[in-house]
Each structure stands twice: as structure tokens, then as C-alpha cells.
């Protein structure tokens, strides 16, 4: 079995013992499927999911679909019912965790990314979190294989949106990778280029493509993933960081252009967030992977869907520039307290 094909069988089977509150079956699902892997193991990432009985979502976010929350409530996330979101690496990690967390908030999600069958199963976990929240209005889910990267599929991409989510409020720019820790010199041509089609030349297309309908409709509001690795660069990770550098600027000016208008431009920057990307980047070594989040309690894929979430639910006056949020024990790239989990 390939990897990319282990990772499917086991988002389904996340999703699936999500459905059913099961998630010790799926660690034995991932144990079991440990020694079927070539050259590396999945991220355990799935796991960090919570069954849908232990909320996702602040309680604040379950509201009915009155627009003042209940006295109980402090923060209130209501603009988000009926609103329609379109994601971007949607099959696994913060995509998937962020279609999920707008999804039990009463959105209508758009999902995409290259895996299909990874998709599906998210889809499936956004429609039982919708119901599960019992919040009214929103919870339709589409989900579209696509990869970002591909200027042609980008482009046809709107005629594959149901006609009824077509009109997109909330843009998440979220898929992105990052390949090897190799130092310039020793970097593969394959490597630069497709991390930058990826992480700058998809996220600007998907931009390009969507941001024309916003200005049409003088409403919306784009959410781009950028990093801590944007902020600082690193040894090791110079296109990586490039690409992200890339990201923020492009982000800045986007936010710019667009002052006189009530759309909205967010930069997510986060710094460890425990997902598959380090699995990517080590290209399959778990072990390598599991190194980078030693001795210390890194952010997970729910944390910054929340802060997504919470970027997107403020009120049209607000927008969150700019979210830099990192584990407690980290303060930059190179700098993190590495003395036990909290
Ligand atoms: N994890 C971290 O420590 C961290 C820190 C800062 C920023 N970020 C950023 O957060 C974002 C999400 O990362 P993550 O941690 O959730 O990683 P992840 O678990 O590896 O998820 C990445 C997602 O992007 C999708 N993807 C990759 N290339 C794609 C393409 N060409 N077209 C469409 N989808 C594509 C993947 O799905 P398919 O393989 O199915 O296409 C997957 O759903 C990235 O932009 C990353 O740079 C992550």
C-alpha cells in the first residue's frame, strides 16, 4: 500500500470512529496500519481530533441563528450562520479542522484539496458536526478535488461549486507544505518549484479567482495562512520561508488595495502546529517528525482553526490583520523551552 494511500485509509477511518465516538479504534487502525507503511509512517494527527461529544468549538460559537447571543455567551459568532466559506487543503490538518469548526458554527463549506477520498471523509465530519451543533441554517458541504498548483484546474473551479455556494464570503487560503531542510546549494529544482506553485502561485490564484466576486459584491473577506516562518527566517528552510515572506507581502499589499472597501484581509502566522506537515516535510519519517514537537506541547490543528474562526466571526468593523500565535514554549522559529509537555 502507498503512503498517500495509507493516508486516505486512515482519514476515513478517523472520520468514521469520529462518527461513532471511536477513537480508540482508529489508534489501532493507525497501529495496525504502521507496518504496512514504505519508507515512513502517517502523523498520528488524526488522533488529535476530539470526538464530536468533547466540543471543538468554544460554546460560544452554538448559537441559534438570533444575531445577539444568549446572556451567557461572551463572545458571539452568529455572523457566521449562512455564510459560505471555501477552504483550501481541506483533507487534512488546519483545513480540515477549520472546515469542521465553520461548519458546527452554521457556514456552508467549500472544500478542496488533492486527495478526494480525504476530502470526503472531512466532508462527512462537517456535515455530523453541523447537525451535532443543532445550530440553524448553514451546515451544506461541497467538496472538490483539486490541486492548487494547476493554473487550469484553478481556473475551471467555479463551474464545479454547486450554483447555491457559489457566491463565496469567506476565502481560507490554507494549503501549503514545506519539503526537506536542505540549504541552498543542495535544494532540488522540483522542490523550490513546487513548493512556491503551491504556497505563493496557488494561493494567488485562488485569490485572483475569487476576490473579482467580492469586489463585485463589496463584501468578503480572504484568511491567507502565513507563518512564523514569514516573520523569521530559518536555517534550512530558506524557500520554505521565502515562500511565506511571499505570502505576507502579498497579503499586506492585497489588505491595502482594498481599505476602501468592506472587505476584510487576515494573515494567520502561525509557529508548531502538530499536523502532517512535519510528516511532509521529513517526507514519510514520522520519527523525524515527531522530534520537532520534543519536550514541549505544540499548538494542534483545532487551535488555529479557532483563530480562524474567530478572525472571521468578528464584526464587519474589525478585521485581525495579522495573528501571530505560537505555543507558549516557543518564541520564534529557533527558540522554544523544551523542558516537558504541559
Ligand atoms: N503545521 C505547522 O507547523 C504550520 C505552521 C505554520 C503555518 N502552517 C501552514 O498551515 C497550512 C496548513 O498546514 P497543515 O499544518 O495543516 O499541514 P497538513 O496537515 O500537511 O495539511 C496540508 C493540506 O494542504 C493540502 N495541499 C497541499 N498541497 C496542495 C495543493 N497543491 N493543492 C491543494 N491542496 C494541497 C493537503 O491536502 P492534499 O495532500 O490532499 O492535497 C492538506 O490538506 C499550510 O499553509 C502551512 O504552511 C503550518
Redesign the pocket.
Known amino acids: 500500500m502507498r503512503s ?1 494511500q495509507l ?1 486516505l485509509l486512515l482519514a476515513s477511518k478517523f472520520v468514521h470512529g469520529l462518527r461513532k465516538g471511536r477513537v480508540g479504534d482508529v489508534r489501532s487502525a493507525v497501529n495496525r496500519n504502521r507496518r504496512l507503511i514504505p519508507g515512513g509512517v502517517p ?1 498520528d ?1 488524526y488522533l488529535s481530533y476530539r470526538p464530536p461529544s468533547a466540543s471543538v468549538i468554544p460554546r460560544r460559537a452554538l448559537s441559534s441563528s438570533s444575531s445577539s447571543p444568549p446572556p451567557s455567551m461572551v463572545f458571539n459568532t452568529s455572523r457566521l450562520i449562512n455564510k459560505t466559506v471555501l477552504i ?10 477549520t472546515a469542521i469548526l465553520f461548519a458546527k458554527a452554521g457556514s456552508n463549506v467549500v472544500i ?5 477520498e ?2 470526503k471523509a472531512v466532508e462527512d465530519a462537517a456535515k455530523a458536526a453541523h447537525k451535532e451543533s443543532g445550530v440553524q441554517g448553514g451546515g451544506k458541504v461541497a467538496s472538490i478535488q ?5 493554473k487550469a484546474q484553478v481556473a475551471s473551479l467555479l463551474d464545479k461549486i454547486p450554483a447555491d455556494l457559489r457566491s463565496i464570503d469567506i476565502l481560507v ?6 519539503y526537506g531542510v536542505e540549504r541552498v546549494g543542495q535544494i532540488s529544482d522540483s522542490d523550490i518549484e ?1 513548493m512556491f ?3 505563493v502561485f ?2 494567488i490564484a485562488m485569490t485572483q479567482l475569487l476576490v473579482k466576486d467580492m469586489k463585485a459584491r463589496n463584501a468578503g473577506h480572504i484568511i491567507n ?6 516573520r523569521e527566517p530559518y536555517v534550512g528552510g530558506s524557500i ?1 520561508c521565502a ?2 515572506h511571499a ?1 505576507r507581502a502579498f497579503t499586506g499589499s492585497l489588505m491595502r488595495e482594498l481599505v476602501d472597501t468592506p472587505i476584510r484581509v487576515s494573515e ?13 516535510r521529513f517526507r514519510g519519517d514520522k520519527s523525524a517528525a515527531d522530534k ?1 514537537y520534543e519536550g514541549l506541547t ?2 494542534n ?1 483545532e487551535d ?1 482553526a479557532e483563530e480562524i474562526v474567530w478572525a472571521a466571526s468578528r464584526p464587519p468593523h474589525v478585521n485581525l490583520a495579522e495573528v501571530f500565535v505560537l505555543p507558549t514554549n516557543q518564541a520564534s522559529p529557533t527558540i522554544s523551552y523544551r523542558g516537558g509537555k504541559m
Open positions: 498517500d493516508r502523523s494527527n483550501t487543503g481541506a483533507s487534512a490538518g488546519i483545513g480540515a479542522a478542496l484539496a488533492r486527495r478526494a480525504a476530502l483539486l490541486d492548487v498548483s494547476d487560503n490554507n494549503a501549503g507544505f514545506v513546487s506553485a503551491t504556497n496557488g494561493l495562512l502565513g507563518s512564523v516562518a514569514g520554505y515562500t511565506k505570502v494567520i502566522q502561525p509557529g508548531m502546529v502538530e499536523t502532517e506537515f512535519s510528516v511532509v520537532v505544540p499548538l490543528a488555529i
